[in-house]
């Protein structure tokens, strides 16, 4: 199978990475302003100042050379800011994570044809390691000598985990008060995990000032942030490969900095132009939390301004009171005819029971937003529950068990004898 080339651009530099060393990549463009600067440890346009994303001049690929390659995301290389020998760079090669067909799921939800992507089988158990494989290969063609992040807790997961497998020094930073498995779980990679007095704005900006003082620090989403945020558009061309190269009808997607819906977008439009699948209309939805839905609240006003807030929710991993790519997740949402919504902690809790109770996936408090979510949109109508519809799932429960430790317990405590077991009336 044959297909165009998109975003082609010539772009020359006196000196930096190797040849190849990004792949199909060409240039970083601006989302604002259009204009084109040499591929490197930039986020910021120089004009505009608006934020940077990976222009690429792609060859013919095809099916079959996809479904050649390894069940991780560098089947996808072509298609991403990675070199053509990736495969031989230590990492943790993430991705190519199940898609289940959710029946119990749907029957309890009402809708027709329900799939779940669990992203919780990835090698630290969230969607993260995608996007921080696609960091680390930039992070050494940069020559960078230290491997950072401010995180809500996956990203500094994956960052160390990575970093440790790269054999390179990794600092990851987090909010003090993030949930202790979380925080075990990046200590256990590295020595050098940070916690900070405040909240995820408040360490983003930290790392923003140190990724400006120090020289040889990759921080993977600060200075390596579109390379970095390439990695979720695997998520996308898995889910169209895994339904036999087609889109689904519709998709829900959690939005923290909202990165990974706009590069799932991405992705289906590459697809498209590609030739690689059928164009068709789709609509995306986004699930944030009520004590943390900047975005979902700019939706419902009907407005382009995402007014930052103080995160409140137990959904940590949403956390993120002043979103990035908030304004592209309005952008998209409008223009397919998808929705933002938010839910309480309360049902963001029982999302999480609901979606192990009827399908086996313990899921993170994302994850329980975005069931969450999924369940208001089709009550209000806002979700055709007879399209097919794709949820995602983006982290491992484990990781939260806070949230959920005071809702769930033994069903009853007996003595050991068949008596006091049939008087539970479980039987």
């Not at 630290?124 to 960078?144: G, W």
């Not at 990203?155 to 970093?163: D, P």
């Not at 609240?297 to 929710?313: C, F, L, Q, S």
Request: contains cysteine; hydrophobic residues 40%.
């Amino acid at each position: 199978m044959s297909a165009p080339v998109i975003e082609a651009v010539t772009t020359t530099t006196a000196s930096g990475p190797r040849e190849g060393a990004f792949g199909n990549a060409v240039a970083l463009a601006c989302r604002e302003c259009g204009h084109r600067t040499a591929l490197g440890p930039f986020y910021a346009c120089p004009e505009c100042f608006g934020p940077l994303e990976i222009a690429y001049e792609f060859p013919a690929v095809t099916r079959e050379e996809i479904e050649a390659g390894p069940r991780n995301i560098w089947r996808y290389k072509a298609l991403l800011p990675v070199p053509a020998d990736i495969e031989t760079s230590p990492n943790t090669e993430p991705g190519f994570t199940r898609l289940l067909k959710a029946e119990n799921l749907a029957r309890e939800l009402g809708i027709a044809n329900l799939w779940v992507k669990d992203d919780s089988t990835n090698p630290t158990n969230s969607f993260k390691d995608r996007v921080v494989a696609c960091a680390l290969s930039a992070a050494r063609e940069l020559d960078a000598k230290v491997f950072a992040c401010p995180s809500t807790g996956n990203l500094a997961n994956a960052v160390a985990a990575a970093g440790a497998r790269a054999g390179i020094k990794t600092v990851v930073f987090i909010p003090s008060n993030l949930e202790q498995p979380k925080q075990v779980n990046s200590a256990i990679y590295t020595e050098n995990l940070v916690a900070v007095d405040g909240n995820y704005d408040d360490v983003n900006k930290l790392a923003s000032e140190i990724a400006g003082e120090e020289e040889g620090w990759a921080f993977v989403n600060v200075n390596v942030r579109p390379y970095y945020a390439e990695g979720s558009k695997t998520l996308g061309y898995e889910i169209a490969e895994q339904l036999g190269w087609r889109l689904p009808d519709q998709v829900v997607i959690p939005v923290a900095s909202g990165s990974q819906l706009t590069k799932v977008d991405k992705a289906f439009q590459e697809l498209i132009k590609l030739g690689l699948v059928e164009d068709k209309p789709y609509k995306i939805f986004g699930a944030q939390a009520t004590g943390c839905g900047p975005v979902a609240t700019a939706y419902k006003a009907g407005t382009d301004a995402i007014r930052p807030v103080k995160p409140d929710t137990i959904a940590k991993s949403l956390a993120i009171g002043n979103p990035a790519d908030g304004i592209y997740v309005l952008d998209i949402t409008r223009r397919t005819g998808g929705a933002v919504e938010e839910v309480t902690d309360e049902e963001i809790r029982a999302g999480i029971v609901l979606l192990a109770r009827t399908e086996g996936i313990f899921t993170e408090t994302a994850g329980g937003t975005t069931t969450a979510v999924t369940k208001k949109l089709v009550e209000t109508g806002q979700l055709d529950p007879e399209l097919e519809t794709v949820i995602i799932n983006t982290g491992h429960g484990l990781k939260t068990l806070d949230a959920v430790s005071g809702q769930v317990g033994a069903a009853a405590t007996i003595a050991p004898t068949y008596q006091a077991f049939k008087a539970t009336g479980i039987a």
